[in-house]
């Protein structure tokens, strides 16, 4: 044991003896460096930055291949626009609707002709036909000359606004078949093939306004009214006779008294004759007025506006709301404007031809009748019940006996 110990030191020693002799030849080749260095290790090469180091191009896709071009559809043929549809009232064919309208009267008199004239205008108005044309103050001995000046300006439709220049028609409605006549006539007036017209049951329109006449003088004391005509003709004495049976429908005291105005049958525009009659009828004591009149009518209403008098329209059915200085206690409605607002739609959907005739009644909605301008309620409860009560027929027994006393049978 001893042994092994003693040759692993030899064996040291002689080891560390070599290490250092080298060591010291090495310091006598040196002139003072050290002799012994590390060699500098090699420099690395420079990593590419990277916006030098490219990247591989990714490869190109391939493009896609073009869709053929979808072949153009050959354009639709136009398809030929459609002529506008005749307008129905059109009735000789030129393209423009043309009215006519021709009044015995004052077109501006503010009544009865004034309202035939104005219907034909909202009317025309309202559809985009041409203004209408008028000739009125129509005497009616020229009557067939001055209704076949107006058949020669190409109209369409002709309105014969009143029965007293309705002799004419049986000749023109056979001279002129292109042209629509329509005429507002007597209901004695005969049907003809060549002719529409409207009339109205008068004597009813009279009795309920002779009722609400007496409605007023209930409320307001009195017991007359005058009635200023022209001359007496047979609507007029139909106008009278039911007014008065309206009136003693209130009370039985009450009455009407007929004045006339005017130098000759037909004569309501005679506003001298009128003024002189409704100052007689102030003397004899009257408490209302009704000016069956035309021209005359209006000078009349403000004569009775200044002596404080009960006061009634003739035909015209807006008095109750009308602008101006002239008032109104009662509208007595046979509007002849307001008969065209109704007739002419039929006669534009064909629903009235010519050779017919449209009656206007008495009912509750018509637009004939009698109205008061600004009732109690009581008055308007009690005028809506006779008219119900008109609108049965109830006294058209009566109005016949009357209609008999005024046309002779």
Avoid at 183 to 201: H, I, V
Avoid at 208 to 220: M, T, W
């Amino acid at each position: 044991m001893k042994r092994r110990t003693i040759i692993w030191f030899a064996a040291v020693m002689a080891v560390f003896g070599l290490v250092a002799s080298s060591c010291g030849d090495d310091d006598d080749a040196d002139d003072g460096a050290a002799a012994v260095t590390e060699a500098a290790p090699e420099p690395a090469e420079e990593a590419p930055t990277a916006a030098e180091e490219e990247e591989p191009m990714a490869e190109e896709e391939p493009m896609a291949e073009e869709e053929p071009m979808a072949e153009e559809e050959p354009m639709a043929e136009e398809e030929p626009m459609a002529e506008p549809e005749a307008d129905p009232m059109d009735y000789n064919g030129d393209g423009v609707v043309r009215i006519g309208v021709a009044v015995p009267g004052d077109a501006n008199d503010g009544a009865y002709y004034q309202a035939s004239v104005d219907g034909a205008r909202e009317f025309a108005a309202a559809n985009g036909y041409a203004e209408p044309l008028y000739i009125d103050k129509i005497d009616q001995a020229e009557a067939a000359t001055e209704l076949r000046n107006l058949a020669d300006q190409g109209l369409d439709v002709i309105v014969i606004a009143a029965g007293e220049i309705s002799e004419p028609l049986p000749d023109l409605t056979e001279e002129y078949p292109d042209i629509f006549w329509y005429c507002r006539c007597e209901d004695t007036f005969p049907d003809l093939p060549g002719l529409a017209q409207s009339s109205d049951n008068s004597a009813a329109i009279e009795y309920i306004a002779g009722f609400a006449a007496g409605l007023l003088l209930e409320d307001r004391g009195g017991d007359s009214v005058y009635m200023l005509g022209a001359h007496g003709a047979g609507f007029e004495v139909e106008t009278e006779l039911s007014f008065r049976m309206g009136l003693k429908a209130v009370d039985e005291a009450y009455d009407i008294h007929y004045v006339p105005t005017g130098a000759h049958p037909f004569d309501f525009d005679n506003v001298a004759g009128a003024s002189e009659a409704f100052h007689n009828a102030v003397a004899a004591g009257a408490d209302a007025i009704y000016p069956y009149l035309g021209g005359a009518h209006n000078p009349v209403i403000a004569l009775a506006n200044e002596e404080g008098l009960l006061t009634m329209s003739a035909g015209a059915s807006d008095v109750c709301t009308r602008e101006g200085d002239l008032h109104w206690d009662l509208a007595i409605k046979f509007d002849g404007g307001d008969y065209i607002r109704a007739v002419f739609p039929l006669i534009q959907q064909g629903r009235l031809q010519e050779g017919e005739r449209f009656i206007f009644t008495v009912e509750p909605g018509s637009v004939a009748g009698a109205e008061i301008c600004d009732p109690t309620p009581e008055q308007a409860e009690r005028m809506e019940a006779e008219i119900e009560k008109v609108g049965t027929g109830v006294f058209e027994d009566q109005f016949n006996e009357i209609r008999a006393i005024a046309y002779g049978g």
